[in-house]
């Protein structure tokens, strides 16, 4: 029966995953090309994501048994939240902005112009890296971890830097 329900669990996170996918391809008009590169790139992340946050909840759980509460606790608000509070792509700019976010700011965020948003024909990587940025935000929200504090922190310890150090090279 767990198995069963796990893979339940799977497979919704998976059909919620491409309609994330279909958002951010249309939000930045991603042509059908880099689409391919953008979906790799997500989906090795994903599954790194993934990788760190099973060790990290089997660590708990074992040296806390009492954690499964608090992981069913977050399985049924999280459910409540993709219920009651599904996102159109209008709410999900405005989620952006009560984060103190916007487009052109998160482009500024992993070191790019913001003002060459809008020509990326002739730049490939600039979609590729905001694309990559904002599908790792919203795995970081869907995986209950407050985009805001992350964003902070970037912000704080200026990996921007690093961003931008590397965003020339060949992806």
């Not at 994903?46 to 509460?69: D, K, M, N, P």
């Not at 060459?116 to 730049?123: A, G, L, M, R």
């Not at 790792?136 to 504090?149: A, V, Y």
């Amino acid at each position: 029966m767990e198995y069963f329900a796990g893979y339940l669990l799977e497979k919704s996170l998976a059909i919620d995953n491409v309609f994330v996918w279909l958002m951010i391809f249309a939000a930045f008009a991603i042509p059908p090309a880099l689409q391919r590169k953008i979906l790799l790139y997500g989906v090795l992340g994903a599954i790194v994501l993934r990788t760190i946050f099973i060790f990290i909840g089997a660590w708990f759980v074992q040296e806390f048994s009492w954690v499964l509460y608090i992981f069913g606790a977050f399985l049924v608000c999280d459910r409540f939240y993709r219920e009651v509070l599904y996102m159109t792509y209008q709410e999900f700019q405005i989620e952006l902005i009560k984060i103190g976010l916007t487009i052109k700011e998160l482009a500024t965020l992993i070191g790019m112009n913001p003002n060459s948003i809008t020509n990326y024909k002739s730049k490939e990587i600039i979609p590729l890296n905001l694309a990559i940025t904002v599908s790792l935000i919203s795995s970081l929200k869907s995986n209950g971890i407050d985009p805001e504090l992350a964003i902070n922190e970037v912000k704080r310890n200026h990996f921007k830097d690093f961003l931008q150090s590397n965003k020339n090279k060949e992806i």
